[in-house]
């Protein structure tokens, strides 16, 4: 009887420990996983980064042709508002 006992124990034990392994092997591929999306994920980050700046790059030079367009308002409403010149001829 005693030696039913030590096989169970032993065939126990050698289950809990092959348990064991499979459980800490899976570790590394979920280590694999967020190495993946950690990666994917700096990428996604430059790229956002990257199109920040091309939209304040975009913004500013919007900003400096309104202001040209604004300094040129004033003298399209002077050339409007002057009397017709008489063709010449």
Request: a neutral charge; glycine letters at 8%.
């Amino acid at each position: 009887m005693s030696l039913n006992k030590n096989h169970a124990m032993t065939r126990t034990l050698g289950v809990a420990i092959i348990a064991a392994s499979l459980g800490l092997g899976g570790c590394a591929t979920y280590d694999d996983d967020f190495a993946r999306v950690n990666s994917r994920l700096d990428q996604l980050d430059s790229q956002v980064q990257s199109a920040a700046q091309s939209a304040e790059s975009a913004n500013q030079a919007a900003q400096q042709a309104n202001q040209r367009l604004d300094s040129l308002e004033g003298r399209v409403q002077r050339l409007e508002s002057s009397p017709g010149r008489v063709p010449r001829g």
